[in-house]
């Protein structure tokens, strides 16, 4: 059966809107687990109201996110895990559809499935379900998914737990992307199962600064995945290519966020550079990038 693991800090609001989405499923969750991470807000009335129907455990002192996801994952009995943010919300037939993708694929270490996103009021911004036409991906094709930009979303997974222990959990020395880090450590461990229909809805743009007040985290962490993560799992050609074209992007995405441009960033810029490579390299990682996209469109 599948755990569901609610990680939370001062987000009351929505709190409890992402609890009733699992006690409201089509087929119960062996277990709905909210770890309290020392909220200042009115969190705790928040869940006094759902005592007797979900499990609330609190670490010892306030954590980190990524030492706070790793937290939680540890007091889960399930041999499969899902986690959701307390702004986010499961549609009705999200552990149900999961349920059947575990037993349906034995080999399966992740279950991921397409999302809506949603604004501050609920209503649906966009859907995101092309990207994830691919029913089923071994290594290391669910490995270059991840690369060129196929990113399992945090909103809708569910992950093996006695893989996600064999790679040393959530890394802690991440601010944001600790979760695809794991995608990507996962991906030489099994096969990657997507869903076809939706199961979960993610809260975007409602919290207005929230990136800028981030952006440096993000550089760091992108900069990490290209030039340490990724090498360490595969690193022959076609990595190379991928990552290379890739990187190129993101370089593109630093000097458009950041204020500072290559001032604030000249280390990092000058270290993506160098996976960056040359432009045949470059150039063949973009063809690659197309022809994998195409494979993937429905």
Known sequence: MISIGIPTYNQADTLGATIESFINQSVKPLEIVVSENWCTDHTQEVLKDFEGKIKVVRPERHLSMMENWNFLVSQLQGDWFSLMSSDDLAL?????????????HADAVLIRGPHETIDAEGAVISIRGSQFAARKRAFPSNFYEQIRGTKTSFA???VKKSSFTSVGGFDESFIYAG???LWLKLSPLGSFVTLPKRISQYRSDYRPGITTARMRAFIADKARLRLEVIPSIRNDFTTKCMNAATTSKSLRWILNNSDEKENEF??????LKKIEGNLVER??????????????MK
């Open 92 to 104: 009705p037939n999200f552990v149900e559809d999961i349920l059947a993708g575990i037993n349906e």
């Open 283 to 296: 150039l063949i990682g973009d063809l690659l990038n197309k022809l994998y996209r195409i494979r993937t």
């Open 179 to 181: 979760d695809y880090a």
């Open 266 to 271: 000249k280390e990092v810029i000058a270290q």
């Open 156 to 158: 809708a997974f569910s």
